[in-house]
Nanobody, 115 residues
Framework: QVQLVESGGGLVQAGGSLRLSCAAS????????MGWYREAPGKQRELVAA???????NYADSVKDRFSISRDNAKNTVYLQMNSLKPEDTAVYYC?????????WGQGTQVTVSS
């Protein structure tokens, strides 16, 4: 079965940067679309960025030009580079994989941006 393991979250000052990683196991990673979502306390989970198996990307308007999603198929890993972080970026960030029959979620990693 598919397992997604996320890392890279933490505490950072406003204006700083973090890089999140999501490593996949038990799947043919390269053929699947991947994405990052986030969920702030009391708010709905929202799509942050996505990358297709072919490398096409899209971003939420709130993070466009600040965040960048990428993938390394040789390492079965997807990344989210987050620059110019703002306090409103504070949330739990989740990795998601879309497979042929269903989707999978990672466990989430906390990102906290201080003022």
């Amino acid at each position: 079965q598919v397992q997604l393991v996320e890392s890279g979250g933490g505490l950072v000052q406003a204006g700083g940067s973090l890089r999140l990683s999501c490593a996949a196991s038990g799947s043919t990673f390269s053929v699947f679309d991947m994405g990052w979502y986030r969920e702030a306390p009391g708010k709905q989970r929202e799509l942050v960025a996505a990358i297709s198996s072919g490398g096409s990307t899209n971003y939420a308007d709130s993070v466009k030009d600040r965040f960048s999603i990428s993938r390394d198929n040789a390492k079965n890993t997807v990344y989210l580079q987050m620059n110019s972080l703002k306090p409103e970026d504070t949330a739990v960030y989740y990795c998601k994989m879309w497979t042929r029959l269903r989707f999978y979620w990672g466990q989430g990693t906390q990102v906290t941006v201080s003022s």
